[in-house]
């Protein structure tokens, strides 16, 4: 990896690219419109999209959110050549700065019981397993 990654909020012009990076990762999910969910984030002063650039192209990024008691971290994508790089870490370190300046006290990342290589990554950010149950309702 040569360069530094540059983080910053997205712009419009990057939504086809971050999706396109989502899409690479495995992250899109036939029932979950990447466009509306980039939408809702960008909606309110409560939620965004950040996106971590090297030499000029997308190669991170991470949708924060906080409800106001805690934060919350979705779509955490580092670019599959890029994997291992230490990325992955930086972007977090940004979600993470973000939602402390909004109050948040905690974070949570939501991870599938499948995705082995993920529950690493986040053990390895000092995240653990909580004493809680996410429970579901589809509409």
């Known amino acids: 990896m040569s360069g530094a990654l540059e983080i910053t909020p997205i712009a419009d012009g990057d939504i086809d690219d971050v999706i396109a990076l989502w899409t690479r990762c495995g992250l899109t999910r036939p029932w979950n419109d990447p466009h509306a969910d980039i939408a809702l984030a960008r909606e309110t002063p409560s939620s965004d999209v950040l996106i971590g650039r ?3 192209r997308i190669v991170a990024t991470a ?3 906080s409800d106001g008691h805690r934060g919350y971290v979705y779509y955490v994508a580092v670019e599959p050549d ?3 790089a230490g990325i992955g870490r930086e972007i977090m370190e ?3 700065t973000w ?4 109050g948040c006290p905690k974070v949570h990342v939501l991870v599938r019981s499948a995705n082995t290589e993920a529950m690493a ?6 995240f653990a397993v909580d004493d809680a149950l996410l429970m579901g309702k589809r509409f």
Not at 99 to 102: E, P, V
Request: hydrophobic fraction near 40%.
């Open 54 to 56: 090297l030499n000029g």
């Open 63 to 65: 949708m924060v959110g």
């Open 82 to 84: 890029l994997q291992g």
């Open 94 to 96: 940004a979600a993470e």
């Open 99 to 102: 939602l402390k300046t909004k």
């Open 121 to 126: 990554f986040y053990e390895r950010l000092g």
